[in-house]
C-alpha cells in the first residue's frame, strides 16, 4: 500500500489508469460508411476495364479464326492428313 501511494505522486494521478500514457492521446482516423458515389464510381470503371479486355479476347479470336477460314479457302492448308 505504501509502494503505490509513494509511486501515486511520483508518477502523478492517473497512473494506474493508464490515462497518464502519451499513446492514449494520439488522434486515430475515424472511420466513415462506405461512399455509395465512390462505389458506383469504381465498379463502372472495373466493369468497363472487364468488358474492353473481354471485346479485345473476342476480336483476337475473330481474326484468328477469319484467318484460318482464308487460309482453308485458298487451299495453302488442308483439314485432311496426309498418307
Known amino acids: 500500500m505504501k ?5 501515486k505522486r511520483i508518477k502523478g ?3 494506474y ?9 494520439v488522434a486515430h482516423a475515424t472511420l466513415k460508411g462506405p461512399s455509395v458515389v ?3 464510381i469504381i465498379g463502372a470503371v472495373l466493369g ?5 479486355l473481354w471485346k479485345m479476347h ?9 484467318a484460318f477460314y482464308d487460309l482453308l479457302e485458298k487451299g495453302e492448308i488442308s483439314v485432311v492428313a496426309e498418307e
Open 58 to 66: 473476342h476480336w483476337n479470336e475473330q481474326r484468328r479464326t477469319r
Open 3 to 7: 509502494a503505490r501511494a509513494f509511486i
Open 38 to 40: 465512390k462505389e458506383l
Open 17 to 25: 489508469s493508464g490515462s497518464g500514457m502519451a499513446g492514449h492521446k
Open 13 to 15: 494521478p492517473g497512473f
Open 48 to 52: 468497363l476495364a472487364a468488358g474492353g
